[in-house]
Nanobody
Framework: QVQLVESGGGLVQAGGSLRLSCAASGTIFSIGAMAWYRQAPGKQRDFVAV???????NYADSVKGRFTISRDNAKNTVYLQMNSVKPEDTAVYYC?????????????WGQGTQVTVSS
């Protein structure tokens, strides 16, 4: 069983920075792409950023130039550096990772971490 555990959320002022972490633990065979999503109150869960196992990245337009996703494959950990945050970045942030069980890739989700940006 593989679990994803997020950390690093909290309260930050607009214009400030925050760094989220997500570590995979358990019996890990192979982890592929890792990503961050977010869900604001009353809204659907939206894509934020993704990083492939080889390091290529992609971002939602709303965070390009402000957020940076990175990963440490040796630690099975993905990070989200959030700079120049805005009140509209307020949401629960969820980590997502694709884990390979045998020949099957299974998406995993963390429990979420709250990020609140005050104006």
């Amino acid at each position: 069983q593989v679990q994803l555990v997020e950390s690093g959320g909290g309260l930050v002022q607009a214009g400030g920075s925050l760094r989220l972490s997500c570590a995979a633990s358990g019996t890990i065979f192979s982890i592929g792409a890792m990503a961050w999503y977010r869900q604001a109150p009353g809204k659907q869960r939206d894509f934020v950023a993704v990083i492939a196992s080889g390091g290529s990245t992609n971002y939602a337009d709303s965070v390009k130039g402000r957020f940076t996703i990175s990963r440490d494959n040796a630690k099975n950990t993905v990070y989200l550096q959030m700079n120049s945050v805005k009140p509209e970045d307020t949401a629960v942030y969820y980590c997502n990772a694709n884990h390979k069980y045998g020949t099957t890739w299974v998406p995993l989700w963390g429990q979420g971490t709250q990020v609140t940006v005050s104006s």
